[in-house]
């Protein structure tokens, strides 16, 4: 009895003891999540910070939008100010998501009056045929090039007897075609099977997606000059988003002309006997919608959400140089020959550094056995001109000094 009265009375005290406990903590938890919400709804995602930085970090990057800033350099300038505001650490790939996500939005949405000022590095390069005109896929050189392409005027040239070719800038007489490829590094192997020369095609390739810079050097180049743009790509997801984002818009770049976009491959016909490799499809259904939505037909889209892809590294150097000349003569790939205007022009200019060559050839002789005094002021002479202007090269002010020694 007495047993059942002492387990009776710790049994009514420990009930409420624990009844006030759970009282406590839910009345700590209650003070403890009005305290996060009070301190938290004045704070903001790294994604808002970023809106509320990107002006203010711009200025700061270009000197007050006075020069061109690179995505890096506004990431910089943003990364403290968002965060000091963010309601988490930004991360140790915060740069890569600044550049490739949040600045691109940001000026996709906001439409900033600066977006020319933006500069984005180079992730690639395009080089014409039969020349010496290559440039990095980079903002800064698309834009450089393209205004020099709208620029050009054969009879703006001026004559140059050292002229190898006649003179070109972008696609007009000089290629009938631009090559994409979605990785670098096959530069050897095309330029010792000679494809550019040979086809008269313009070469171009990425490290991966294709950026921004290079969409807008195709759209110009492709729809101005009516010439195609063919693709190279491996035959997996990242392949056929490569093909989807060059000839669709997407969030980052809107096509406002049309041109034409040929698929190259790698499509299922051109796998056949080739190594394949398991990859891991997170999202299915997701990942088909996107392949149907690129051009993959069913058959290679079954093959690809069950998880097996073919990179272009799996043809041997003899095959990918086949596969690309099969594909070639496919689509009527031909070399380009100017009209008749541009060919008589063509050839009066060429005539013309030939006869002044054989001159200059028996002018050379004749001053070969003569002595040619040099200036004793040389380089006095430089050296003020060089004051004057810094940007000047030595040589170039030799140039002018020569030139003005030789005039009658």
């Not at 696609?171 to 994409?180: K, S």
Request: glycine letters at 6%.
């Amino acid at each position: 009895m007495k047993s059942k009265a002492l387990i009776d009375a710790i049994t009514g005290v420990t009930k409420k003891w624990t009844k006030q406990r759970k009282r406590e903590e839910r009345e700590r938890s209650a003070a403890q999540h009005r305290h996060h919400f009070l301190i938290r709804r004045y704070r903001v995602s790294i994604r808002e910070a970023a809106w509320q930085a990107m002006e203010e970090a711009f200025l700061k990057a270009s000197a007050n939008n006075t020069l061109p800033a690179n995505a890096r350099q506004i990431m910089y300038a943003a990364r403290p100010m968002i965060a000091q505001m963010a309601d988490r650490d930004l991360g140790g790939t915060f740069d890569k998501y600044f550049t490739q996500t949040l600045l691109p939005d940001y000026i996709a949405e906001a439409r900033p009056a600066w977006t020319s000022k933006v500069v984005f590095d180079a992730r690639g390069h395009f080089a014409e045929p039969h020349s010496d005109t290559e440039i990095g896929l980079g903002t800064l050189e698309v834009r450089a090039y393209l205004a020099s392409v709208r620029g050009h005027r054969v009879n703006g040239v001026e004559f140059n007897v050292r002229d190898r070719y006649f003179p070109t800038y972008g696609p007009e007489n000089r290629f009938g075609a631009i090559l994409f490829l979605e990785k670098e590094g096959f530069d050897p192997l095309l330029q010792e099977a000679h494809l550019a020369e040979r086809y008269d095609l313009a070469i171009m390739s990425t490290k991966g997606m294709s950026v921004t810079a290079s969409r807008e050097l195709v759209q110009e180049l492709c729809a101005t000059h009516g010439i195609p743009l063919l693709v190279l790509h491996d035959f997996d997801i990242s392949g056929f988003t490569i093909f989807g984002t060059l000839r669709n818009s997407t969030r980052r770049f809107t096509y406002d002309r049309t041109f034409t976009v040929i698929d190259l491959g790698l499509r299922l016909d051109d796998i056949d006997g080739l190594e394949r490799e398991e990859v891991f499809v997170s999202s299915p259904s997701k990942t088909a919608a996107t392949l149907e939505r690129h051009g993959a037909t069913q058959k290679e889209i079954d093959i690809l959400v069950g998880g097996e892809r073919v990179e272009l590294n799996a043809l041997t150097s003899d095959e990918l140089v086949a596969l690309i000349e099969r594909k070639l003569a496919k689509h009527v790939v031909r070399k380009v020959i100017p009209d008749d205007t541009i060919l008589a022009a063509a050839y009066q200019r060429m005539h013309k550094q030939a006869v002044i060559q054989e001159k200059i050839d028996e002018l050379a002789e004749d001053l070969d056995a003569t002595e040619i005094e040099t200036p004793k002021d040389l380089r006095r002479r430089i050296t003020a001109k060089i004051k004057l202007d810094a940007t000047r090269s030595w040589d170039a002010i030799m140039r002018e000094i020569a030139d003005d020694g030789a005039a009658p």
